[in-house]
């Protein structure tokens, strides 16, 4: 082997003569190896997606001329769209951040009405609201005003201890005020409000929008005023007006605006207000031209109705969404604290040496290990440790949040890790060099500067844990329960337990239509966590907050 | 709230169902005997599990019961009859207990032992069906001896069709049946094998019947059996087997010869409630629902695909609820 090293690879031959042709067949056919390989994987995702959404959505009994007007005025626009985008990256990424928005508000907003309305109940919430989360935000506000007041750290930390007391203590002595101002007035004074107020702040931190007493009037005035319209439209109550207001009108109206303040964003909302417009467009004109659209199964009727084995037309998951957002909602508290806390003492407070360093490696190991163990397993340990040892019971809320916690807790801790470990060590000496404690440091440096990749790892996790069948098969959740659940301690149903419910109903309007709507609901609730995810990484990686 | 509670109330388009429900409440309270409860004030939670067979009929009850008392939730979870009573009808977890067939005679110890004591109700009756696929043309007509061949602890992998009748195809058996915690397989082993828990291990076992149709359904060899329910909701799927105890006289799985006793594999099923539960007026009312409804040619025929009891038949299962909640309540 005399060839020179510096000679380039298209002149071998010429130096050599010797060694022969180098043959790229096998590169090449590598190369398109790789390349089928990774097209595998999306394509059948992609068949099994389009097969889904086709049943749910009943696109079978749509006529030709609607499908016309579909592709002309939804399909068209969407894909130049998304071609422009592919060279237009500011416009991707508004696209991306309105359409995480609106979904994440409205699953928010069913996440907040489960929580406070069904679960709670208005006197409930009131109750804390008036004793622990009022008053704590009050001292937060107060410290964030006043930067000498140092009592207010340990302020908020009393009420959140006292609060729950006195909370639970104000229960049942506050009916006069409940059933005085009634349950939407309570909804707008504590979460429409708060809101409209926040949504202010933030359009007068932002110098391009103007005055943010303007934004949060408006939002105040939709609250009150919207009700006219929420007593028109059927399954949405005044309450649940409120608390959509707050989560959905309040966060997508400030996205909207601030992208419409900036010229250079306008090109992304063409593709969103495309598809509002064409989508509207032909709702408009289907009738009146005669076109027969699809007969969706996965529809209002179907998210608000309780389920049924045997008439697929009433059928719904009301019942099952509730669950499964209370479990979800449980998981996120418990792995958040959880995680973040065992991710942080094993990055910034276990050493590397000396007892508690073999402890902390032993259990950075396991921790490792536990990624990779089945969910039925962690299924089984729910049902022999948590409902039958601890007693939380068979197949309750309780048992299931804290089975799925235990499932997705190892991920939580290994994403937190990285994303602690990935703040670089400079800004921690420079923090010590400054005289700051380590608790300030972790505080001040490595919460915040580690916070977006937390999120996103608890998000993506969060995201499987929704979608988990199997501990739910184990620790007894019933396959078919019409109610929501009223408590920790009461039994519920859940979405994919719902869906595996259906997959064995003889029916076949159940296991193709049915079925394929509560897919299609599980499916938008992951790609809705998922986006919001990406959402806060690109954001955070970029540097603007 | 009450405005939420309005709405979802006429979201459930049941104005035609609450009036029936209304007659229904009237007709609870005469002769459900339990003077002063009437129909409305009712709360809390029952739990039932247990066999797969019986549970699209219990979750049938239950919608209706839950319609009628708002404030009382049900879960309905299908475990198999015998995975019922071992994991969570003896251990005291669920309130009542589904079984296609009668509780046996350890598992009564084993819930007594715990201080369960089930009270046997009969809901309705089954008639076991043996499919066939669509395709296949010969084995249309079986004698219990022929099954028990299919399905005998001898039959292995290598049994062909040609093993069973040498005029059939020469292809192998393949074989879709219940799991072991599942009432039906206890049953039909007991009367087709001879003998309780004999079956042959070369068999794809599942509690998921729409699992044992899409076995068959996908093999123009293949054979299963299961409820009469899922048959009766999905029979283009597959063929249903006639059968014959003695070879004399055969007959398809229907509901007429499952009432009148010609079908061989026809069989009661059961639901199971906890005696000393029976104090909860929630669940001696469901279970009187639930005796009552068992006649109903609408629910049990109709809508689920099983065989109604008669009047009398219910009326007697009426007397022993009703024995069992005074002598609960007295004990």
């Known amino acids: 082997m005399t060839t020179d090293t510096n000679t380039d690879t298209d002149t071998v031959e010429s130096v050599d003569p010797g060694l022969g042709r180098v043959s790229r067949l096998r590169g090449a056919v590598f190369r398109y190896v790789t390349f089928v390989a990774s097209l595998v994987g999306v394509a059948s995702l992609g068949v099994l997606l389009a097969y889904v959404f086709w049943d749910a959505l009943g696109m079978d009994s749509a006529q030709p001329g609607w499908y016309a ?15 422009r985008a592919r060279t237009d990256a500011v416009a991707g990424e508004v696209a991306l951040e309105l359409f995480a928005t ?44 006043n930067r000498a007041a140092s009592w207010t750290g340990l302020g908020i930390l009393a009420t959140g201890l006292l609060g729950p007391v006195a909370g639970t203590l104000l229960i049942g002595r506050i009916d006069v005020v409940v059933s005085g101002v009634g349950a ?51 399954g949405v109550s005044r309450s649940v007006w409120q608390l959509f207001v707050a989560s959905f009108a309040a966060p997508t109206g400030y996205v909207v605006a601030r992208n419409l303040a900036d010229q250079e964003r306008w090109s992304g909302l063409a593709g969103p207000g495309a598809l509002v417009v064409g989508a509207g467009v032909l709702l408009l004109v289907d009738g ?60 910034e407070y276990a050493g590397s040496s000396g007892l508690r360093g073999a402890v902390a490696r032993l259990v950075r190991i396991n921790i490792s290990n536990l990624a990779g163990v089945p969910s039925v397993v962690y299924g089984l340990l729910g049902l022999a440790v948590f409902a039958r040892l601890i007693g939380t019971g068979i197949g309750t809320v309780l048992t299931a949040a804290l089975t799925l916690s235990l499932l997705i807790l190892p991920i939580v801790i290994i994403s937190a ?71 920790l301690f009461t039994r519920t149903g859940a979405l994919p337990r719902q869906v595996f419910t259906w997959a064995d109903n003889p029916n076949p309007e159940f296991q193709y239509g049915v079925l394929a709507a509560g897919v299609v609901t599980l499916l938008v609730v992951l790609l809705t966590m998922n986006s919001i995810a990406i959402l806060i990484r690109n954001k955070y990686e970029r540097g603007d907050v | 709230m009450s405005d939420d509670i309005s709405s979802r109330v006429s979201r459930r388009k049941f104005i035609a169902a609450a009036g029936a429900g209304g007659v229904l409440a009237l007709a ?146 393949n074989r879709f049946g219940a799991a072991t915690t599942s009432g039906t397989f206890d049953f039909f082993t007991e009367t087709v094998n001879g003998e309780e828990g004999v079956h042959t291990q070369d068999y794809s076992p599942t509690e998921q019947d729409r699992n ?41 799985p229907s509901l007429e010869n499952a009432a009148s006793d010609d079908y061989p594999l026809a069989r009661p099923l059961f639901t199971y409630p906890d005696r000393n539960r029976l104090t909860e007026d929630r669940i001696a009312e469901f279970c009187r629902f639930f005796v009552e409804k068992s006649t109903s040619k609408e629910i049990v025929a109709d809508t689920v695909g099983y065989v109604p009891n008669t009047d009398s038949k219910a009326s007697e299962v009426m007397e022993t609820l009703e024995s069992a909640v005074d002598e609960a309540n007295s004990g």
């Open chain 1, 184 to 234: 939407p007035g309570i909804y707008l004074l504590t979460v429409t409000l708060p809101a409209a107020l926040g949504v202010g702040l933030l359009v007068d931190r932002n110098e391009d929008l103007g005055d943010g007493r303007w934004a949060t009037l408006a939002l105040f005035a939709l609250g009150v005023a919207g009700v006219l319209a929420a007593d028109a439209v059927p």
């Open chain 2, 28 to 173: 609870g309270c005469t002769d459900g005997g339990d003077g002063g409860d009437g129909g409305g004030n009712l709360s809390g939670e029952i739990f039932v599990t247990g066999s797969s067979t019986v549970f699209p009929l219990a979750v049938e009850v239950a919608d209706r019961f839950e319609r009628m008392h708002e404030d009382v939730s049900t879960s309905v979870e299908r475990t198999g009859s015998g995975g019922g009573f071992e994991n969570f009808f003896c251990p005291g977890d669920s309130d009542i207990n589904n079984a296609s067939r009668p509780i046996k005679d350890s598992e009564l110890e084993n819930c007594r032992s715990s201080g369960v004591e089930p009270v046997e109700l009969k809901v309705a009756t089954d008639a076991l069906t043996v499919i066939v696929n669509n395709e296949n043309d010969f084995a249309t007509e079986l004698t219990f001896d022929q099954l028990a061949q299919i399905w005998g602890p001898d039959a292995g992998a290598d049994q062909t069709w040609a093993d069973i009748d040498p005029d059939w195809p020469d292809e192998e058996v």
């Open chain 2, 212 to 252: 044992i149709v899409q076995g068959v359904q996908g093999d123009p060899y293949g054979i299963g059996y299961f409820g009469f329910s899922y048959y009766f909701n999905n029979q283009d799927a597959a063929t249903a087997v006639a059968v014959s105890e003695t070879g004399d006289e055969f007959f398809l």
């Open chain 1, 288 to 347: 009146p031209l005669g076109l027969v659209g699809p007969s969706p199964w996965f529809d209002w009727q179907f998210l608000t109705s309780p389920p049924s084995l045997t008439d697929p037309s009433t059928a719904g998951v009301y019942a099952p969404i509730v669950g499964s957002v209370f479990v979800i909602v449980l998981v996120a508290v418990f792995t958040l604290f959880l995680g973040v806390g065992a991710a942080l003492y094993l990055e």
């Open chain 1, 417 to 487: 890790r990285e994303a602690i470990a990935a703040v670089p060590d400079s800004q921690r000496r420079a923090s010590y060099g400054m005289g700051a404690t380590r608790w300030q440091t972790v505080r001040n440096v490595v919460l915040p500067r580690s916070l977006p990749g937390i999120m996103t790892g608890t998000i993506l996790a969060l995201g499987r844990a929704i979608g988990e069948t199997a501990p739910l098969l184990m620790i007894g959740v019933p396959a078919f329960r019409r109610d929501e659940p009223t408590g």
């Open chain 1, 69 to 83: 007007g579909f592709f002309l005025l939804v399909v068209a626009p969407f894909v130049g769209f998304v071609l």
């Open chain 1, 102 to 145: 609106v979904a994440g508000g409205i699953q928010g907003g069913f996440a907040l009405v489960v929580v406070l309305d069904v679960i709670a109940g208005v006197d409930v919430w009131l109750s804390y609201f008036l004793t622990t989360i009022g008053p704590a935000v009050a001292v937060y506000l107060y410290g964030r005003l």
